[in-house]
């Protein structure tokens, strides 16, 4: 299996600040990656596919970024609402794997 | 706007079943998507079950394989998931998911809003 280390585990940050999480692939995933959104007691949402392609609805402060190993999400100034659970989600090998996931909390 | 839930018991025995099914309304089972599973222990990341296309062709994860059958319901415009000699690591939070591929294998845009199911005696 396809194993997504993220990283950091926790960011604290302020709102409007800049906030760049990263994926890592165990092996080259091309640009086969998504990113999620999850807040407590909700299920996740598609905010990021084929690395860099945002989902329908997803406010342009997002963005995603990388190939092969090594990828970024980045949301470039916080609002209040998005200090949620992030995860990263491979589809180019089976079976599909999720990353462990990275916290954006209030500083 | 499609949409998504989950039923089932939230209580299961140690080596008993997991049934779970999950409706869809706004949108047809029959359309050019596959429909997955999604599981989430309690404080803890996503593991993808499986996924079923409205043809009943079926895709699994390996480490599950054994103990997992989904299946469909086209005159229900619903899915189900089974899930079978349980035991408390599959205690989890499961989710039932769209996936927005005509070939499956891919991203998930539409979940259900999830179903606590706890394995306990």
């Known amino acids: 299996d396809i194993v997504l280390t993220q990283s950091p585990a926790t960011l604290s940050l302020s709102p409007g600040e800049r906030a760049t999480l990263s994926c890592r692939a165990s092996?080259?995933?091309?640009?086969?990656l998504a990113w999620y959104q999850q807040k407590p007691g909700q299920a996740p949402r598609l905010l990021i596919y084929?690395?860099?392609s945002r989902a329908t609805g997803i406010p342009a402060r997002f963005s995603g970024s990388g190939s092969g190993t090594d990828f970024t999400l980045t949301i470039s100034s916080l609002e209040p609402e998005d200090f949620a659970l992030y995860y990263c989600q491979q589809r180019s090998n089976w079976p599909l794997t999720f990353g462990g996931g990275t916290k954006v909390e209030i500083k | 706007q499609v949409q998504l839930q989950e039923s089932g018991p939230g209580l299961v025995k140690p080596s008993g079943t997991l049934s779970l099914t999950c409706a869809v309304s706004?949108?047809?089972?029959?359309?050019?998507?596959?429909w997955s599973w999604v599981r989430q222990p309690p404080g803890k990341g996503l593991e993808w079950i499986g996924e079923i296309y409205h043809s009943e062709s079926t895709s699994y994860n390996p480490s599950l394989r054994s103990r997992v059958t989904i299946s469909v319901d086209k005159s229900k415009n619903q899915f189900s998931l089974k899930l079978s000699s349980v035991a408390a690591a599959d205690t989890a939070v499961y989710y039932c998911?769209?996936?927005?591929?005509?070939?499956?294998?891919?991203?998930?845009?539409?979940w259900g809003q999830g179903l606590l199911v706890t394995v306990s005696s």
């Open positions: 092996q080259s995933v091309s640009s086969s």
């Open positions: 998911a769209r996936d927005r591929s005509r070939t499956g294998g891919s991203y998930f845009d539409y």
């Open positions: 084929d690395a860099s």
């Open positions: 706004g949108g047809s089972i029959s359309s050019e998507n596959w």
